[in-house]
Every structure is written in C-alpha cells, then in structure tokens.
C-alpha cells in the first residue's frame, strides 16, 4: 500500500500555547499512526529556518510574526516546498490566515484534498474575521471550495455553515492525553490558572475575584502558569498589579512559560478559566483529565467541555460570579462532588486516542476518494 502522506500548514511547531500543542499532538500522533507528515509551520519568534525530523514526521518552521517580512516569508516558503511535497499529499490548514492561503494554494495545484482546521470562534474568531473582512475574500474562496473544515465546537461549527455545506463541515476536537493517574483533591485553597497571560484570559477579573476570595483565607495560594505570548500580552500590567498589592503579592504566583503544566494542575484543587472567549482550551481538557475541580466562564468552548448545568461557571467578566464560584469550589463539599462528576462524565469524550483515530479516518477517506 502507497504510504499515506499528509501535508500541513500550522503555527510554529514548538510555538507556546494552545494552537500550537493541538496541531504538535496531531501532527505527532498521526505520524505515530503511519502517516508521513510534513509539517511547515509559521514560527513567531524564530529568526531563521529550522528542521526538526523523526520517524514519519518532517517539521520545518520557517520565521513569521517576529521577522521584519512576516507573513511574507512564510508565504514564499510555504508555497515553494508545499509545491514540492503536496503532489501525492493529503493537505491541512490548520488556523485559516497565511497556512490557509499556501494550503490553499498546494492543494489547487496539485488538484488535492483541502481540510481546514478552524481554532477560534466567537465575535473575535478567526471565523469572524474571514466573514468581515473584505481583505479575506481569498480566504473565503479557499474555504467554500474546501473539502472539509473542520471546528473544535459545536458553536464553532455552526459559524462554518457560513462557508460550506453542511456535509462538508465537521467537528472533531482537540486531542488531549489521558494520565494513568489521577491526583486527589486534598482540599487546600490552591488555584490555578494555565494560558497566555492576554487579553481576551480575563485575568484582570481572576485578580479582582482573588483579592476577594484569598482575604482572611489562611493557606490561599493562586498561580499564573503562562506568558504573555505575540498578540495581547497583559502580563507586564498584571505583575504591576500584583506587586501593588501586599495581598495579592503575598498569594499569586507568576511561573512564565513552561513546558509541562501537568505538575502545576496536580498541585491545586482548582483550575480557572475565566476567558471572554475561547476555541476549545487545552488548557481545560488537561485540568479536566486530571478531575481537578474547573471553574470557569459561560463561552460556549468552556460549557461543550462542562454542560451548562456545571455548578462552577460565571458570566464572563463577572467578577462577583467567579468571587462565588471560587468560595464555592473551596468550601461547598456538595459543588465540590458535583463539579468532580461532571469532569469524570465529560472528559472520556477528548481522549487522544480515539480524536486521532478519528482525524486519520477522515484524512483517509478524504485522501482514498
């Protein structure tokens, strides 16, 4: 059987955040799944090309936002070798900006299946700006020719239907690992946040809320797991902030980036997510496949993972709803079980295994027809 070949077009393979560790773990675990991948990706503070190689997976990233000629460069890269490596190729976007345009561009020259992978959605997604912007018309073209696009939601998915037919538009989530396991909850006021320390996280109203929750609360402890990363950085104001305040300086924690967040979820009973709008949190799947008790605001990413019956959501940008909805996490034993149950019924659903297994099954049948 000819060797199933899969091309990509994604951020920066090594990239911090979300997207980034979506299209790593899929790229990864198709490869792992006896695809050949090659992987261009658009690195954003990279100052000159580099290849990174291993069993069935080619990874070039190639500079963007941090060079001077951004998009520019990429676009010249990416479409010189997706020419050269997409003949026999399966080709996927994955974000719908410059990857979707050399995606794009590939997949029509050599007359290849187009999947593009939406990772935003909401009135600040990426979906939005491909819709408003008059300078996206390419993009627009690209994706109602496309073969599939594919969103991490269902409310991502319904933005799509602007763009495509309906059996042409899908959801297939983001993957997360499974530990073997899972710490217990051993009831000490720790909380955790773990994201890009920008904008649209909300973290200005977490420290609102922590002022309130961590006074007079013996042990209080919350850590802030994260740069500020390429676009919206609030970190230098939210250390500001914290060093203004004998309280919160006293109780907050700045780690940057790291490369395992796992250890910082196990130490603390409570992950926050209190973001004005998200895709679909990485984030949050790991918090949850480790049952650690989510607190977090009523977007539709956050409620697909949740229910909307989770006891622990709050209107976002509320800082009174997330004040109670952290008390409630610490001291109500009964929201406590509660909020434990509903991740243990949820999280099965984003296991690695089965959203690779179903990612290689569409970009099969995609690739045989």
């Known amino acids: ?19 980034a560790r979506h299209s790593r773990l899929l790229a990864e675990g198709l490869a792992e799944r006896d695809w050949d991948v090659r992987v261009i990706g658009r690195a954003p503070t990279a100052h000159r090309p580099s290849i990174t190689r291993r069993r069935g997976l080619l990874v070039l990233d190639v500079p963007g936002f941090g060079h001077r000629l951004g998009g520019a460069l990429y676009l010249a890269c990416s479409l010189l070798l997706g020419v050269a490596w997409g003949r026999r190729s399966t080709v996927v976007a994955f974000q719908l900006g410059s990857q979707l345009l050399a995606a794009g561009a590939c997949a029509r020259v050599w007359s290849r299946p187009l999947v593009a992978f939406s990772t935003s959605n ?51 989530a983001n993957p997360v690992v499974l530990p073997t396991d899972v710490p217990p909850l051993d009831g000490r006021p720790r909380a955790v946040f773990a994201g890009r320390l920008a904008e649209e996280k909300g973290l200005d109203v977490l420290l609102d809320a922590w002022e309130r929750v961590a006074d007079g609360r013996a042990g209080a402890r919350l850590t802030l797991v994260g740069g500020g990363g390429n676009f919206g950085s609030v970190e230098a104001e939210l250390r500001a902030r914290v060093l203004a305040s004998e309280l919160l300086r006293e109780t907050v924690t700045f780690t940057g ?11 603390a009973d409570v992950f926050v997510l209190p973001s004005c709008w998200e895709g679909l949190s990485n ?45 409630g996490a610490f001291d109500d034993q009964r929201l406590r079980e509660a909020a434990r149950r509903c991740v243990d019924e949820s999280v099965s659903r984003f296991g690695a295994g089965g959203v690779l297994d179903d990612c290689s099954a569409l970009l099969a049948g995609l690739s045989a027809a």
């Open 257 to 267: 980036w790291v490369a395992d967040v796992e250890p910082y979820l196990r130490d």
């Open 283 to 327: 984030a949050l799947l790991e918090a949850c496949a480790l049952r650690r008790l989510v607190v977090a605001s009523e977007i539709p990413g956050n409620t697909e993972v949740l229910g909307a019956d989770h006891g622990l959501l709050f209107r976002p940008g509320d800082a009174n709803g997330l004040t109670v909805a952290l008390a």
């Open 122 to 172: 909401g009135d600040a997604g990426e979906v939005a700006e491909v819709l408003r912007s008059p300078r996206r018309w390419l993009h627009r073209r690209l994706l109602r020719g496309a073969d599939r696009l594919v969103g991490q939601t269902e409310a991502a998915r319904v933005e799509l239907l602007e763009l495509a037919r309906a059996d042409r538009v899908m959801v297939l």
């Open 1 to 19: 059987m000819p060797p199933r070949r899969l091309l990509m077009f994604s951020t920066g393979h090594e990239d911090i955040g979300g997207c």
